[in-house]
């Protein structure tokens, strides 16, 4: 399984960007897809995953703002993020996995396939 990440760039305060994270070699739907982030000095962290009955979860943070949804005829993830803030900055990654339980999805070394990160800057 490949992953491919996509559609970081500089936004305002406000603003919305749409991730998207294209895969390759499996059919999407047979994963459990997560996003993830990371800031310099920090650990990566769960920011949202869909599994494979279609069921997404956020953490706190980026709900009612971040949208997870998945295009099985694309074999796409895609993030829509909206009401953007700067302490959203970040390199997104996505991540995929085919066994996670739910009580694991947000932990990033349960995944096995990782995605390029994109980078995204919100300035204030």
């Known amino acids: 399984v490949q992953l491919q990440a996509s559609g970081g760039g500089l936004v305002q305060t406000g603003g919305s960007l749409r991730l998207s994270c294209e895969v390759s070699?499996?059919?999407?739907?047979?994963?459990?897809v997560g996003w993830f982030r990371q800031t310099p000095g920090k650990e990566r962290e769960f920011v949202a995953a869909?599994?494979?009955?279609?069921?997404?979860h956020y953490t706190p943070p980026v709900k009612g703002r971040l949208t997870i949804s998945r295009d099985n005829a694309a074999n796409t993830v895609a993030l829509q993020m909206n009401s953007l803030k700067p302490e959203d900055t970040a390199v997104y990654y996505c991540?995929?996995?085919?066994?996670?339980?739910?009580?694991?999805?947000?932990?990033?070394?349960?995944?096995?396939?990782w995605g390029q990160g994109t980078l995204v800057t919100v300035s204030s």
């Open positions: 869909i599994r494979l009955r279609g069921d997404t």
């Open positions: 991540a995929a996995d085919s066994r996670l339980i739910l009580s694991s999805i947000s932990n990033p070394s349960q995944y096995d396939y």
């Open positions: 070699g499996r059919n999407v739907r047979n994963y459990v």
